[in-house]
């Protein structure tokens, strides 16, 4: 798959589907009707983005990103909510395609950080050491409560 065929675009409700199937392929599997119901509240909402990585007319990559505000210090932030390269696409340079894509629009949209959780599951530890390979570091952890 060479890099200069893959092509971004913005997620469209058509892309609702193969957005489910990559959901799952992240560990988060889904249903059709859950993810519909997901990605109309996220459409809808302007400072939510999903980015498409294509190739030859299939989608091989997603990032769903946010844009935010601090509350600690003046200023906005770019949020990598989910982020994902289907299985029999990795290694092959679209996650770093899709990362100079979000670097590039946190630019554009006046925003100078990217922020990325990702679980501290063994499943995770090849996707941070892609972060780090990216130049992202490691700063917080995150704690979840659910109820």
């Known amino acids: 798959m060479p890099a200069d065929q893959i092509t971004l675009r913005d ?9 489910a199937q990559l959901m799952t392929d992240m560990s988060y599997p889904t249903s059709l009707a ?13 400072d939510y ?6 190739y030859n007319n299939e989608i091989v990559g997603l ?8 509350y600690e210090k003046n200023g906005n932030y770019l949020r990598v909510l989910a ?5 029999t696409a990795r290694n ?13 629009y946190a630019a554009q949209q006046g925003l100078r950080t990217v922020l990325i959780n990702s679980g501290n ?14 130049g992202y570091e490691i700063k917080s952890s995150g ?3 659910s109820f």
């Open 11 to 19: 997620a469209t409700p058509a892309d609702i589907e193969t957005i």
């Open 34 to 46: 859950d993810m519909q119901a997901r990605m109309e509240a996220i459409f809808a909402h302007p």
């Open 49 to 54: 983005r999903t980015l498409l990585a294509v």
């Open 63 to 70: 990032a769903g990103l946010q844009k935010g505000l601090y």
């Open 83 to 87: 982020f994902v390269v289907k299985e």
């Open 92 to 104: 092959l340079g679209v996650g770093k395609i899709l990362v100079k894509a979000w670097e590039d």
């Open 121 to 134: 599951r063994d499943d995770r530890k090849i996707a941070h050491l892609f972060y780090k390979k990216m």
């Open 143 to 145: 704690f979840v409560k």
